[in-house]
């Protein structure tokens, strides 16, 4: 398949499923044809290959014999539903990233040598983190079929990637080297990084994180996080008063 035809599919589905979400109810073809505004030929053919891999769906018409209605799989929606779940929890972990950078460029620490252990403290729960991107993802791909759980998974490494090449550049921005990571313990705090009220001033005025208005996760940076897992290995994330 030529680039620029693979660039037009890939053009036209994105367009078809932001389209469709704002339409749960479905559109007849030609509605859809004309607000995706591509050849004709083009969306028909691309439309027909996602409801056969089934992330839309297709019904008759009540009204138009000949026409159809497309809409949003189910279980396509609530794929989206659980992507917004692992999404918020990937800018959870980019926030205390950013809590991290906030404390070494602001001069939280005191000493070199106090910095030097508050990232090696701060690194063994980052990956901590990371590893429950993972286990979230499991999660919350368990009643999908192999498909959606592939997605899932695509998702949350490119949602980890970003995070370590991040944290790879805050590092070498304040002269640190990468530290290793290990996996251990399920509950952090991240109170030694620095003045909570001081650290959403600079987040907000720096623009560092475009989800700053989200005040109940910067909340959950400051007090604390704790990730369970209920008996049915469904994720859950808890804020954790402090003590």
Known sequence: MAKSTMNTRETIVNKTL????EYPDGLHFNDLL???GENRSTVNKTIKEM???????SRKSKHHKQGRIYS????YQQYLKNGKMLDKFGNFVQ?????LEFALETGVFKSTEGAKQAVSSFSNKFSDLLSDIYLIT????????????????????????????LYKKI??????EEVGL?????SHSFDDLGSNSAFIYWIKTTDKFPHAQALNMIEMVNNGVEISYSSKWKSSLNKREKV
């Open 51 to 57: 409801v056969k891999d089934k992330i839309i769906t």
């Open 18 to 21: 932001n389209i469709l979400q």
């Open 182 to 186: 290990r996996f251990k313990s399920r």
């Open 171 to 176: 590092l070498e921005k304040n002269h640190f």
């Open 34 to 36: 004309r607000k995706i």
């Open 95 to 99: 926030l205390l990233l950013h809590k």
């Open 138 to 165: 499991d999660q919350l791909s368990e009643p999908f079929p192999i498909k959606y759980k592939n997605m899932f998974f695509h998702r949350a490494h490119d949602i980890v990637r970003y995070k370590l090449v």
């Open 72 to 75: 949003l799989d189910a279980a």
